[in-house]
């Protein structure tokens, strides 16, 4: 059945229109049967990750519902990423408040279809339920790659070189120009920050090439200082940051011209799903190459050395105190 107005239908019709579709996996048997089959290649392994979003946390009611959608998943394959995977498919729990209607679920549904095809994934099933509460997405998402192969966040060791992907703050600019900041900018450098923060590139081509070579990785979702943290505590080391060394792009510059407060707030804004890792200086070379194999620039900005924690530096070598290093959930 499809519904042409605003009404939404039944449970069951709304999977039946919207999701079935997306369940393209043989083994998701279109969305017909309580679970779905799902088989890595012959010698690999499935690894498995989950990210929930809450509307008015991790995203405005006002974005549009395709971004909101793409970007749900694109966290996740942005940890599939950081470990060094290959994306298979997804399961999804959607909580719909009423007064989303069926114009918004479809622009939704759509939103997702289109980056299936991007990350040649599918969806092999979920639930959907009704809330009194906000719009809530949760997604597991799988992947695969060779047997015990697995970029963890506990392999870095004094000596390692720190690397991180793209730009950092990015998404952190464009949320503050959603809140209002930045009236200065062009649209152009507007458009840019706030595209970031809506909709997020997991570095699906970089993260497979990093394995053998990297010894720790996550992506930046909290904080880069936040994230670098949790390999920090993992491997039981001290990270150190050079603030000249990290990567920021001309529009974040444009919207945070004070560069103590640029550089301060752009390693601790979350959101950026950059591949931030470690690896030994005799990798340079291999991941000069991974990086022009990828088109995606990748910046060496900091060390890993004995003793625990992070720390940021200023341009003058000295230790930048930073009182909060990402965004805190609890």
Not at 82 to 93: E, H, T
Not at 132 to 138: D, K, M, R, S, Y
Not at 232 to 250: I, K
Request: net charge negative; glycine share 10%; hydrophobic share 45%.
């Amino acid at each position: 059945m499809t519904n042409s107005g605003s009404e939404r239908p039944g449970e069951f019709e709304l999977i039946a229109e919207l999701f079935a579709p997306l369940a393209t996996a043989p083994g998701a048997f279109g969305l017909t049967d309580d679970a779905a089959v799902v088989a890595p290649p012959a010698g690999h392994e499935l690894v498995v990750t989950m990210d929930a979003l809450i509307e008015g946390v991790h995203f405005f009611a006002s974005d549009p519902p395709d971004l909101i959608a793409r970007k749900a998943l694109r966290v996740n394959l942005s940890d599939l990423a950081a470990k060094g995977c290959a994306p298979l498919g997804y399961l999804m729990a959607l909580s719909i408040p009423r007064k989303l209607e069926m114009s918004w679920l479809r622009a939704f549904a759509r939103g997702l279809a289109e980056d299936q095809q991007i990350f040649g994934i599918s969806l092999f099933g979920g639930d959907t339920t009704a809330t009194p509460g906000p719009l809530t997405i949760a997604i597991t998402a799988s992947g695969h790659l060779p047997v015990g192969r697995m970029l963890r966040r506990s392999g870095a060791k004094p000596g390692d070189v720190v690397f991180v992907s793209g730009t950092i703050g990015d998404a952190g600019g464009g949320l503050a120009c959603l809140k209002g900041e930045g009236a200065h900018l062009s649209n152009i450098d507007r458009d840019h920050l706030v595209r970031r923060f809506q909709l997020p590139e997991p570095r699906t081509s970089l993260g497979p090439s990093l394995i053998g070579v990297a010894s720790a990785s996550l992506d930046v979702s909290d904080g880069l200082l936040a994230d670098l943290g949790h390999i920090a505590a993992a491997s039981a080391v001290r990270v150190v940051v050079e603030a000249e060394r990290v990567p920021l792009s001309p529009a974040l510059i444009a919207l945070w011209p004070q560069a103590k407060e640029r550089i301060v707030r752009a390693v601790t804004a979350g959101d950026d799903y950059e591949i931030a890792f470690t690896a030994p200086p005799s990798s340079r070379a291999t991941i000069v190459a991974a990086s022009a194999r990828a088109g995606l620039p990748v910046a060496e900005i900091g060390r890993v050395e004995t003793g625990q924690g992070v720390t940021l530096l200023d341009n003058g070598g000295q230790e930048s105190p930073v009182n909060r290093r990402g965004y805190v959930h609890f």
